[in-house]
T-cell receptor, first 113, second 114 residues
Framework: EAQVTQNPRYLITVTGKKLTVTCSQN?????MSWYRQDPGLGLRQIYY???????DKGDVPEGYKVSRKEKRNFPLILESPSPNQTSLYFC????????????FGPGTRLTVL | QQQVKQSPQSLIVQKGGISIINCAYE??????FPWYQQFPGKGPALLIA?????SEKKEGRFTISFNKSAKQFSLHIMDSQPGDSATYFC?????????????FGGGTRVLVKP
């Protein structure tokens, strides 16, 4: 089944404790992206990657890191999480930059205490 | 400041009625306007999309109307069904020029009453 998977789905952590949210897609998509969803704000892009070893900042990159060492994986790293990073996070992938449709993962709900 | 403004924030409609959600944008470089549907506990999924060379696109009970001069677009859900109860997001993109980033509206929670 073609899909984007994320792990973990739920995470409660404390301020300053480094964490990684994994994202993997099995559709051989070149483009991957991370969004955060907050009430009333819709989804906002954090980082994106156009291909292996190519990443760039989105609208809200502060406090986040990403890497793209393999085409299928695009982990999101919070080196020192803070309470304002409590949110619902989505990973998405797209075949290429000319195809508008993005496929979203099921989401990761993160709470930082 | 949101570049895509969506209204209303929530909507209650009777089964069989019409749901209408409106979006307005500022950036004239946007050239792709999708609508995403999100059910609780799930990621958003593409519902229908339009490019600015057409003024309307219909897929089943879902229709996008696009007004380029007013920089507005809307989603109409005809014959609304309880299974349409979900959160709907409009979005806009300027494609490769912006790394294929989707700029989302704030979302509209639609409840269809039986």
């Amino acid at each position: 089944e073609a899909q984007v998977t994320q792990n973990p789905r739920y995470l409660i952590t404390v301020t300053g404790k480094k964490l990684t949210v994994t994202c993997s897609q099995n559709m051989n998509h070149e483009y991957m992206s991370w969004y955060r969803q907050d009430p009333g704000l819709g989804l906002r892009q954090i980082y994106y990657s156009m291909n292996v070893e190519v990443t760039d900042k989105g609208d809200v990159p502060e406090g986040y890191k990403v890497s793209r060492k393999e085409k299928r994986n695009f982990p999101l790293i919070l080196e020192s999480p803070s309470p304002n990073q409590t949110s619902l996070y989505f990973c998405a992938s797209s075949l290429d930059l000319y195809t508008g449709e993005q496929f979203f993962g099921p989401g990761t709900r993160l709470t930082v205490l | 400041q949101q570049q895509v403004k969506q209204s209303p924030q929530s909507l209650i409609v009777q089964k069989g009625g019409i749901s209408i959600i409106n979006c307005a944008y500022e950036n004239t470089a946007f050239d792709y306007f999708p609508w995403y549907q999100q059910f609780p506990g799930k990621g958003p999924a593409l519902l229908i999309a339009i490019r600015p060379d057409v003024s309307e696109k219909k897929e089943g009970r879902f229709t996008i109307s696009f007004n380029k001069s007013a920089k507005q677009f809307s989603l109409h859900i005809m014959d609304s069904q309880p299974g349409d109860s979900a959160t709907y997001f409009c979005a806009a993109s300027s494609g490769k020029a912006a790394g294929n980033k989707l700029t989302f509206g704030g979302g509209t929670r639609v409840l269809v009453k039986p």
